[in-house]
């Protein structure tokens, strides 16, 4: 097949992609949830004939389509899940749900992947090797989907994986390309700094685990700043800190919760370690105590170079080298790790802003939304790069 005439058919299924992504945008489902959805991109597979459709788990789908040719497996994601928040948006497809939305933009994902999934199931015989799409649920929500599918044996016989995300603050016409760490590990922490309560005027009575949990919260920041190496790349940020109901009452303990961002394997380990040790020194000084829950959260994304140079190279040939946007790593994460972990593979963004059509709201904000003139980059990057892969 040529990238014109391929090209051609990604245009012709334009209209049903933008038809497919503003029902699923009216009609969002959380992490876990995806009742509606799943069952709503399982019958669309089936209406495409050719495919092999299943339900690895309970949200999920996968599409198998068997090529008329032998040769190597290759597998398609997309994420299905929206996310806890009331849309503020006013186009006559907003979300039918209160307090849920696609701000996120799985909505485009799933409907970029059904899109690819239509037209190579009517080139079967063309196809040498598999192409399985995988319909994931749950990208938002630890432990998330992606490793429920990997347990169910989705990437069994599979070669190479590959993915991509619509990005609101990145102009229409530009696909991100990063090679080797893309995304971190999204680490938690629960803390608990537990003193003695008192009144605010004698203080020498308690021990003020609000006094005790600022320092906490100081000395944890000397794990990134003195106790790593500055070459790593390691964020430690606290996010919520909770303590006191009163001005005058000292309290009796302060909550602290945040998140770690990683790339390097022996770095993520170290820092329970490290965080412990601040905690059972500077509690231990002040006669407190504390609890501490530490939360493994998703591995970070690894794009394997020679993956990732075939997508840089689709996106040359089908929009010239101005299209490639050579990205570096970022501390967001994302569970399609669970798969690239498993099998070779590639992540890439999607440019989906536009500021003349007011396109400029970040992701997980109640007004996100994409252009979605982008969503017809993604199937022909993926269509496109469905045959350079397994030819």
């Not at 970029?112 to 649920?137: N, P, T, V």
């Not at 601040?278 to 509690?283: D, E």
């Not at 190279?313 to 690239?340: I, R």
């Amino acid at each position: 097949m040529t990238k014109e005439s391929l090209s051609i058919q990604v245009k012709s299924v334009k209209d049903e992609v933008i038809q497919w992504r503003r029902y699923l945008h009216k009609n969002p489902e959380l992490s876990f949830q995806e009742v509606e959805t799943s069952q709503f991109v399982y019958e669309k597979l089936l209406s495409f004939g050719e495919l092999e459709v299943s339900r690895p788990t309970k949200f999920s789908v996968m599409a198998r389509l068997i090529g008329g040719q032998k040769g190597k497996t290759l597998a398609i994601r997309a994420d299905m899940d929206a996310l806890p928040i009331q849309e503020e948006n006013t186009f006559d497809f907003v979300s039918q749900k209160p307090g849920v939305m696609h701000a996120c933009g799985h909505d485009g994902h799933t409907a970029i992947l059904l899109g690819a999934a239509k037209i190579l199931s009517g080139m079967k015989d063309k196809i040498k090797g598999e192409i399985r799409f995988l319909f994931q649920h749950a990208e938002e929500y630890f432990p998330g989907g992606a490793q429920e599918m990997v347990d169910a044996g989705v990437l069994e016989g599979v070669d190479f994986v590959i993915g991509a995300h619509l990005i609101s603050n990145f102009e229409i016409g530009k696909i991100g390309i990063v090679y080797g760490p893309m995304m971190a590990s999204p680490d938690g922490f629960f803390i608990t700094i537990k003193g003695k309560g008192g009144h605010g005027a004698m203080p020498h009575d308690t021990v003020d685990s609000i006094v005790i949990g600022a320092q906490v919260v100081t000395n944890i920041q000397h794990i990134v700043s003195r106790n790593t190496n500055p070459l790593d790349n390691l964020v430690v940020t606290i996010g919520k800190f909770v303590g006191g109901e009163a001005g005058n009452v000292i309290a009796n303990s302060v909550e602290i919760n945040g998140t770690v961002r990683s790339f390097d394997e022996k770095v993520r380990e170290s820092v329970p370690i490290l965080m412990e040790r601040v905690l059972k020194g500077i509690t231990e000084a002040h006669g407190a105590s504390y609890d501490f829950e530490y939360m493994f959260g998703y591995r970070p994304v690894i794009n394997n170079v020679e993956i990732t140079k075939v997508i840089e190279e689709m996106v040359h040939e089908l929009y010239g080298e101005e299209a490639v946007s050579l990205q570096g790593p970022s501390m967001v994460a994302e569970d399609f790790s669970a798969f690239s972990h498993v099998v070779p593979g590639a992540y890439f963004t999607i440019g989906a802003g536009n500021k003349e059509k007011g396109i400029v709201y970040p992701h997980h904000h109640p007004r996100f939304t994409f252009d979605e003139d982008a969503m017809e980059y993604g199937v022909n990057v993926f269509v496109n790069s469905a045959f350079k892969y397994l030819d």
